[in-house]
């Protein structure tokens, strides 16, 4: 993962970063910890027949930023889709990620 950590804002001190991936919104299949010297714009799906899907991290961070949030969860099924057996379909895995910032 390249970091993207020059992006963020400089006002902000420290960031951490945590973020399950679960397959069906049921069985964890991931976890993910960043920093504010590992973090990328995206957390990329992790599913080798995901094409295009991830959670877009830095747009939620930019959010917090704006509006001085310390502390943030969200939730989001991947935005990719997966081709089996030459059928396209959505991406079955969910993001959970939890963000704190000190500023």
């Known amino acids: 993962m390249s970091s993207d950590s020059n992006l963020l804002h400089h006002e902000i001190k420290f ?11 049921i069985e964890l ?32 961070i930019n959010d917090m930023f704006k509006g001085n949030i310390k ?3 969200q939730k989001q099924i991947c935005n990719g889709h ?9 991406c079955m895995r969910q993001f959970i990620v939890s963000v704190n910032i000190d500023y």
């Open 15 to 25: 960031i951490s970063i945590n973020c399950k991936v679960k397959k069906y919104g």
């Open 29 to 60: 299949v991931e976890e993910v910890n960043l920093s504010k010297d590992n973090v990328d714009r995206i957390i990329h799906c992790g599913d080798v027949n995901c094409r295009s899907g991830g959670f877009y991290i830095y747009g939620m």
């Open 71 to 73: 502390q943030e969860s």
């Open 82 to 90: 997966e081709v089996i057996n030459g059928h396209r379909q959505r």
